[in-house]
């Protein structure tokens, strides 16, 4: 069979960084040929390199099918409508106008194709990341590709999306339709695999058939074996150090009851708009409230006052980490000294970067880093500040499976040190692993809380449950 894109000996500077290194790769009409390796491995670039963004220094690349490409980072314009992002750059014309009403008029059965249940004339910046990401992913099926490439869609999305996307690319395999996937979350390359390219190093270390082992996956990818994916170590816990009574804000959350004592680390489970991304935004000072009080170490806080959290020693890892958490422009050195201002201790930078495993270094720009390697940056820069209270939103999106071990250790040693933290998470296993009790919310309310080891189950019960107002 005649491959729709023939790759042979791929190669790609930045600088010093040898980001791709003699890359050969075949993607055939009807597969999904999923790009595996850890942060900053060399997959989105050699996705740039395939999409003609970047030329490469040496190689070929063979082949006449069009090709689609779902970028890692973003590309809608937020200040536009959902209708005008689906046909960006190629909106109908009618007499040399663009011409709205049929954008608009075409926008519902492509939303219908990946399940999303919006207003074409919504602004896409009032919308959440899921539903961002949905619509990037139609408006690229609505290329017809006979090659589409997905970098990381299924970072931001949830279970039931994902189920969704899953089945859209099983659909258009069947079509002849050649697919190349990069996702961290080993189970999903389990489900839809057809071959898997392994990177490491900007080099092809093997090309595995289905059916493989997450074990061999990990060791060939990492380089090692990883035995605990969920190493929590357990402390007894000490006196409270973050206190969210009450608090309720009309429209998003209600009647919110959590604690975290010294050396705990607490989960918040729940479906997408439950309200667990508001109520962390809230005790973090970001958005206001209406009722209730937040307290750190037994001191109130100002409500809506992020200055005076930091200062009390609370802290707040984004769920958004380009939107929220980053200064793309700005050197990872700079970045880690946001919040530890006028702190000019380079070991202790240095010492992160390192414990972090950053592919990069403390003085190149975040922006040149790889999608993971910028979320350990956000991370390591909130550990530097080393607050009484950390709140991680989704911390380890689009992180590999290796650093995501090298995070909750870092977790570890702060509960060990008397610290508490509080983890949003949709990622189940994630969050039942490392916490000692989970809560879990849904509808804006806390519908229940489970022990640590609860079983995935049991938290789903709790979040899809209807609760009376
Ligand atoms: N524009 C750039 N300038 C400098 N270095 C870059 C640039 N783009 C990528 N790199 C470097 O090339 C290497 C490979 O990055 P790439 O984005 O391809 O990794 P990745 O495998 O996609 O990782 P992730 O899983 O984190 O998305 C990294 O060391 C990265 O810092
Ligand atoms: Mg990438």
Redo the contacts with the bound molecule.
Sequence with gaps: MNALITARGITKHFGPTKALDGVDLDIFAGEVHVLLGE?GAG???L?KVLAGIHGPDAGTIEGSASLAVIH?ELALVPELSVAENLFLNRLPRRFGFVDRAEARRRAPRLLERVGLDVDPDAKVKDLGIAQQQMIEIARALDKDAGVLIL??PTAVLTDTETDRLLEIMAQLRGNGVGLVF?THHLDEIQRIADRITVLRDGRSVGVLGPGVSTRHMIELMVGRPIDEQYPRARQRPGRPLLSISHLSRRGAFHDITIEVRAGEVVGIAGLVGAGRTEVARAAFGVDDYDEGSVEVDGKPLRRNDVQAAIKAGLGLVPEDRKGQGLVLTATVGQNLELVTLGNRDRERLHDMVGKLRVKGSVEQPVKEL???NQQKVVIGKWLLADPKVLILDEPTR?VDVGAKVEIYELVNRMTAQGRAVLLVSSDLPEVIGMSDRVVVMAHGRVAGELPGGATQDQVMALAVQEISA
């Design positions: 942060n997959k989105s670039t996705v890692q970098d990381e990069i790889s999608g993971g689009g």
